[in-house]
């Protein structure tokens, strides 16, 4: 095959809008979105919890999300699968090999990186309202609030930072996903399938389509620090 | 309230307070009571404490020994040399430190401090003289019993000293206990009615102002106003 033959095919297949490889793209993306979403929800808190408050077992968690940071997709994936499977604890949810179960590997997977980052953006708001807190004498609820509130340019970018880690993630999706047509299969398990089939056209497709939406990630990114930091809002 | 009435009961009362880190004793067995209605004046070297008295008495650190007593949270407020600024706008940031109030009172309070301007702009773009004055509008429009103001005019400009030297007259008129540090003896001369002189960590005299400013009793004391 010629070598620029996959780059042809890639942009005469996004060019026609090819309805398969535009269902796969909006299952990639609704399931990111989701786990991005169920993710900052417990790891917002969980993060604000960490920062502000001492109790025990607090190390343990930040010790333990730390852990899990550098865990490896596979191992996640192999985990969920054993849960969701039907002699799992979590199998009579049926949702083995659905967009729900990578929707779940993808949330256990970015959740350490929304506690860890908002974590670190709570705990310098923190440490540097302190003495505004105390002296106002605002409540434990109200301190969270005015976090997260002061955050809240940073936590758009923590945001942008777990949908970039989640919607490049192939190992755990694809033990969980199975990679079902019309089902389960997302842009990085195609690109893996295609690929190993010789139907370079539709990976590059994809890998183009990845690629433009880190770089879009990473210029909202890069945009929205330069924006706030010059309106003193960055943290 | 007569002059007599208000300067006779105790607002604040610290009894044998001292505070330590792991190898030195920053507050030194402090006692003293601040007479309600009064502006007292914290003096001392750079790193005798002044600072660290104004936060155990308005209770930002616990000391490990001693009794603090003063007025319930909400009817104390204290201004920062280096204000906490919130990311917010500069009226945002009003109505945190001193909420409900309505618009056209915010916007008066503003006004008062020639910020009009600035009511949207983010607190942290404003100058250090600016968020000074917002800070202090902002502790003074809750009407509390007893203010502490750690330097408040340092590195400030003779327009926003003139505005915050009034605005402490003004209050202090209204009846609101002050707390001050200051270095600077034209001020405290100006200003206050009681003065504390600190030195290690410990109180080395009281008096009021014009006593301690024409006669200090310390060689400590003469020594520091030989300098400023």
């Given at each position: 095959?010629e070598f620029?033959?996959?780059?042809?095919?890639?942009?005469?297949?996004?060019?026609?809008?090819d309805?398969?490889?535009?269902?796969?793209?909006?299952?990639?993306?609704?399931?990111?979105?989701?786990?991005?979403?169920?993710?900052?929800?417990?790891?917002?808190p969980?993060?604000?919890?960490?920062?502000?408050?001492?109790?025990?077992?607090?190390?343990?968690?930040?010790?333990?999300?730390?852990?899990?940071?550098?865990?490896p997709p596979?191992v996640?994936g192999l985990?969920?699968?054993i849960?969701v499977?039907?002699?799992?604890?979590?199998?009579?949810t049926?949702i083995l090999?659905?967009?729900y179960?990578m929707?779940?590997?993808?949330?256990?997977?970015?959740l350490?990186?929304?506690i860890?980052?908002?974590?670190?953006?709570?705990?310098?708001?923190?440490?540097e309202?302190?003495r505004?807190?105390?002296?106002?004498?605002?409540?434990?609820?109200q301190?969270?609030?005015?976090?997260?509130?002061d955050?809240?340019i940073?936590?758009?970018?923590?945001?942008?930072?777990?949908?970039g880690?989640?919607?490049?993630?192939?190992?755990a999706?694809?033990?969980?996903g199975?990679n079902?047509?019309?089902?389960?299969r997302v842009?990085?398990?195609?690109?893996?399938?295609?690929?190993?089939?010789?139907?370079l056209?539709?990976?590059?497709?994809?890998?183009?389509?990845?690629?433009?939406?880190?770089?879009?990630?990473?210029?909202?990114?890069?945009?929205?620090?330069?924006?706030?930091?010059?309106?003193g809002?960055?943290v | 309230?007569?002059?007599?009435?208000?300067?006779?009961?105790?607002?604040?009362?610290?009894?044998?307070?001292?505070?330590?880190?792991?190898?030195?004793t920053?507050?030194?067995?402090?006692?003293?009571?601040?007479?309600?209605?009064?502006?007292?004046?914290?003096?001392?070297?750079?790193?005798?404490?002044?600072?660290?008295l104004?936060?155990?008495?308005?209770?930002?650190?616990?000391?490990?020994?001693?009794?603090?007593?003063?007025?319930?949270?909400?009817?104390?407020?204290?201004?920062?040399q280096k204000?906490?600024?919130?990311?917010?706008?500069?009226?945002?940031?009003?109505?945190?430190?001193?909420p409900?109030?309505d618009?056209?009172?915010?916007e008066?309070w503003?006004?008062?401090?020639?910020?009009?301007?600035?009511?949207?702009t983010?607190?942290?773009?404003?100058s250090?003289?600016?968020?000074?004055?917002?800070?202090?509008?902002?502790?003074?429009?809750?009407?509390p019993?007893?203010?502490?103001?750690?330097?408040p005019?340092?590195?400030l400009?003779?327009?926003?000293?003139?505005?915050?030297?009034?605005?402490?007259t003004d209050?202090?008129?209204?009846?609101?206990t002050?707390?001050?540090?200051?270095?600077?003896?034209?001020?405290?001369?100006?200003?206050?009615?009681?003065?504390i002189?600190?030195e290690n960590?410990?109180?080395v005299?009281?008096?009021?102002?014009?006593?301690?400013f024409?006669?200090?009793?310390t060689?400590?004391?003469?020594?520091?106003?030989?300098?400023?």
């Open positions: 095959m620029l033959t996959p780059f042809k095919i890639a942009f005469s297949l996004l060019l026609a809008a309805p398969e490889l535009m269902g796969i793209i909006r299952l990639s993306m609704l399931i990111s979105l989701s786990a991005v979403a169920c993710s900052l929800a417990i790891g917002l969980v993060g604000a919890l960490l920062a502000s408050m001492k109790f025990p077992g607090r190390q343990a968690i930040i010790i333990l999300s730390n852990t899990l940071l550098s865990m596979v996640v985990i969920i699968y849960l499977s039907q002699s799992g604890p979590l199998g009579w049926n090999y659905t967009p179960a929707a779940l590997a993808q949330t256990v997977l970015v350490p990186i929304s860890a980052l908002s974590r670190q953006v709570f705990e310098t708001l923190n440490s309202y302190d505004l807190f105390i002296s106002l004498g605002i409540s434990r609820w301190r969270i609030k005015t976090l997260v509130f955050a809240r940073a936590l758009v970018t923590i945001a942008l930072a777990c949908f880690r989640a919607i490049s993630e192939v190992g999706v694809i033990i969980v199975g079902i047509r019309h089902v389960s842009m990085t398990t195609t690109i893996a399938l295609e690929t190993s089939k010789g139907e056209g539709i990976a590059m497709a994809l890998g183009i389509v990845l690629l433009s939406i880190a770089l879009l990630v990473n210029v909202a990114s890069q945009f929205i620090s330069a924006h706030f930091k010059k309106a809002l960055d | 309230m007569s002059d007599h009435a208000r300067h006779n009961t105790a607002i604040v009362t610290a009894t044998h307070v001292s505070f330590r880190t792991d190898n030195q920053l507050l030194n067995d402090i006692s003293l009571h601040i007479d309600r209605g009064t502006i007292t004046m914290v003096l001392g070297h750079n790193g005798a404490g002044k600072t660290l104004l936060s155990a008495l308005h209770g930002l650190i616990t000391p490990q020994t001693g009794k603090i007593s003063g007025p319930v949270r909400h009817k104390q407020k204290m201004v920062f204000p906490v600024l919130l990311r917010r706008s500069a009226r945002d940031y009003f109505n945190y430190l001193c409900g109030l618009d056209a009172t915010i008066s503003f006004e008062k401090a020639q910020l009009d301007s600035r009511l949207s983010p607190a942290r773009q404003l250090g003289g600016e968020s000074q004055k917002l800070a202090l509008i902002g502790a003074l429009a809750s009407q019993d007893l203010l502490f103001l750690d330097e005019t340092a590195h400009d003779f327009e926003s000293i003139r505005f915050i030297e009034t605005q402490i209050a202090h008129k209204s009846g609101m002050i707390v001050m540090t200051s270095h600077n003896r034209a001020q405290a001369e100006r200003l206050s009615e009681q003065i002189f600190m960590g410990k109180i005299e009281t008096a009021d102002a014009k006593t301690f024409s006669a200090p009793k060689d400590a004391a003469k020594i520091y106003l030989n300098h400023y």
